[in-house]
């Protein structure tokens, strides 16, 4: 069994400590609580307070919690209701268009799985939640690019890997392929990441309208792009999947 750091486990009670009862508290209580030494307390808040998850009141010398501790707490907030008000509707697009349907957000410079809807068939599939998918080549990350300046900038950066004969890679031309994506509301990647595979790709925005996702459909390219061109059911099939996503979040309609 691994062993525990004690030094993040004191931590860990600290930030619990804070949570509750008066919430902002002495140097003097949070050490007496914990049964730590003052030197100890003070050492492990103060790196604490460097990272932003704890703050000193200047008057009082009292420490309550931080904002960078809400800032995680909202980003951990907004994944989880994003996958709860998309379950419905992944679900019904993934019966509709008999194809995989992913749910993807930004993290790490790419786009983390954090939903999957199998193929509605018997064939044997693998769960991809917790996956990541580069920004640049798939349909998700590219939705992603186009309406997350976060997502811009990292995209932008970052090398952008061929994978395929098809992968779009010079700067200039990746520019072109975004401002239509944001032209006409949904992306493609048709065997730009994986050959045989093709996906179609809408954003979902929060009630900021905030782009906080994207939903795709993803299957052979032969179903979902025969002879070459996107099916047009599939296209409006994934627009309606976000949009109805987006209300949902709050956002009304686009």
Known sequence: MAKNIQSLERAAAMLRLLAGGERRLGLSDIASSLGLAKGTAHGILRTLQLEGFVEQNATSGRYQLGAELLRLGNSYLDVH??????????DDLARSSGESVHLGVLHQHGVLIVHHVFRPDDSRQVLE???????????????????????????MEAERRSFTGRTVT?????????????????????????????????PIHDRRRMPVGAVAVTGAVERVAPGGVLRPELIAAVRDCARAVSRDLGAGRF
């Open 81 to 90: 209701e994003l996958r709860a008000r998309a379950l419905v509707w992944t």
């Open 129 to 155: 939640v917790g996956a990541m998918q580069p920004l640049h080549s798939t349909a998700l990350g590219k939705v992603l690019s186009a309406y997350d300046p976060v997502a811009h900038s990292e995209v």
């Open 170 to 202: 010079a700067a200039d031309e990746f520019e072109a392929m975004l401002d239509l994506i944001r032209a006409q509301g949904w992306a493609a990647d048709a065997e730009e990441t994986w050959e045989g595979v093709a996906a179609v790709s809408a």
